[in-house]
């Protein structure tokens, strides 16, 4: 099994085209108002805007960067505006948040071989 795609839902998907365009995801749909998708910049998933009120706070989506620090210093000087980080965290990544236009977690990281493989893994059967 492999993920497809995540979908957030947010009310401006005009702001949300304009945020995660900043970030460097790569527009595949573009069914505004109520419809929006996008391709990450590295590998295959997809990640979609859905039109609709959002109460923020209940979606959170990572995605990783293998220069964390440089990427972060990028979107900074392209005017967004990050809550934390760059920071090292006690699970062993390295990571900065920020908050979409919905109210959506938005967390850049660099986990490196502890993404799937952290010393405290699950032994396989």
């Known amino acids: 099994m492999r993920l497809n795609q995540v979908t957030v839902t947010m009310p401006d ?7 995660y365009s ?53 979107l900074k000087a392209a005017g967004i505006g990050f809550t934390s980080g760059p920071e090292d965290k006690s699970w062993l990544w390295r990571e900065a948040e920020l908050f979409d236009p919905g109210g959506n977690r938005v967390v850049l990281y660099f986990a490196g071989t ?11 059967k």
């Open 114 to 124: 502890n993404r799937i493989d952290p010393p405290w893994r699950v032994a396989s």
């Open 13 to 19: 998907l005009d702001a949300g085209w304009s945020s």
């Open 22 to 74: 900043t970030l460097g995801l790569k527009p595949v749909v573009d069914a505004r108002p109520r419809y929006a998708r996008f391709v990450c910049p590295d590998g295959n998933s997809t990640f979609s805007l859905h039109q609709g009120e959002a109460d923020g706070g209940g979606t959170t989506v990572y995605f990783e960067c293998d220069n964390l620090d440089e990427v972060v210093q990028s």
